[in-house]
């Protein structure tokens, strides 16, 4: 399973490729919002500059021909840019019309298999089920992301969008994507930084190099 940040933060994204371990970028008009009144193409295109794969932003047009032409816009920012649609008819319309003239879209806001199911028949790149959303309302979101990844796999020469594990809480999210075959799960940059915490880790480091100090003194290897 991949992994992608979700944040629009310039010092977040630039942290998490240093890791080597962060390989594209998802953004949303609340995320972008989060980082103050910034120079929305300037932004998109210095993430984009920073990460090594896709880097997806939103379109905020609710109809067709008006996301089709933000898409077109934003895609020539940059070429890993990936255009985020909502999973909404219009969005169809325009992950069709997109999708046609080979701009990547990532089909966001999914919370159903069905829409799922179009997104792939309309030829998006990514689908971004939201498991926290899920999660908050009371239901199992990760069971959606798992039976996307189900559905897709029936089809494997037709389909070719790829899952993206999104609105992800917590570090258990994270193995849950994984275990479900996400391709891909998008971490808020906190997330990232517990995945990799473990007290018996901190407590055999320090052991470690107590050991080693009582004997070398500050000698190194
Ligand atoms: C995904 O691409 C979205 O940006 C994101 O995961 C939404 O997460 P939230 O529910 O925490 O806002």
Aim: with cysteine; aromatic share 6%.
């Amino acid at each position: 399973m991949r992994l992608f940040l979700d944040t629009a933060n310039i010092e977040h994204i630039r942290h998490g490729v240093s890791l080597g371990v962060i390989t594209g970028v998802t953004t949303n008009p609340s995320l972008i919002s989060k980082e103050g009144k910034v120079d929305y193409k300037r932004h998109v295109q210095e993430i984009c500059s920073l990460v090594p794969g896709p880097v997806s932003t939103e379109v905020l047009s609710q109809e067709a021909s008006g996301m089709v032409a933000e898409a077109r816009e934003v895609a020539s920012w940059a070429t890993n840019v990936v255009v985020k649609i909502p999973a909404s008819l219009q969005g169809i319309e325009a992950t069709w019309r997109l999708s046609r003239e080979k701009i990547k879209v990532n089909f966001t806001l999914c919370f159903s298999i069905n829409q799922a199911l179009l997104a792939a028949a309309a030829g998006a790149a990514f689908v971004s089920p939201f498991v926290g959303r899920l999660d908050d309302i009371g239901e199992d979101g990760m069971a959606l992301v798992r039976e996307i990844v189900e559905v897709y796999k029936n089809y494997p020469d037709a389909i070719k969008t790829e899952v993206i594990a999104a609105s992800i809480r917590h570090p258990q999210h994270c193995i849950e994507a994984a275990r479900a075959s996400a391709h891909i799960a998008t971490i808020p940059y906190q997330v990232l930084l517990q995945m990799i915490q473990h007290p018996l880790t901190d407590i055999g480091i320090r052991r470690f190099l107590q050991d080693w100090r009582q004997v070398m003194g500050e000698d190194k290897m």
